[in-house]
Nanobody, 114 residues
């Protein structure tokens, strides 16, 4: 199974930006990849997805603010998050899309607060 390590989270003020990274243990260029998030008391949700061909899809709540991209040479997937809102506060995870149970990592905490 591919192992995934997320990084780049932190505390940011509303309206700010963060760039999350997801490093994979092996080549992922044939897979669709996704960024997911889980807020306290809520179910984990898919917020952005990129196919092997580069097609992207976004949840309505982040459309126009978040951008998913990948660097196949580095086996890394990114999530650029702009115009962050308090409701974006969550632990963010990357995984294949659809996700593989054994590939969930520790996630990276994003907190949007003034």
């Amino acid at each position: 199974q591919v192992q995934l390590v997320e990084s780049g989270g932190g505390l940011v003020q509303p309206g700010g930006s963060l760039r999350l990274s997801c490093a994979a243990s092996r080549n992922i260029k044939l897979y669709a990849m996704g960024w997911y998030r889980q807020a306290p008391g809520k179910q984990r949700e898919l917020v952005a997805r990129i196919t092997a061909g580069g097609t992207t899809n976004y949840a309505d709540s982040v459309k126009g603010r978040f951008t998913i991209s990948g660097d196949n040479a580095k086996n890394t997937v990114f999530l650029q998050m702009n115009s962050l809102k308090p409701e974006d506060t969550a632990v963010y995870y990357c995984n294949l899309a659809p996700p593989r149970t054994a590939s969930w990592g520790q996630g990276t905490q994003v907190t949007v607060s003034s």
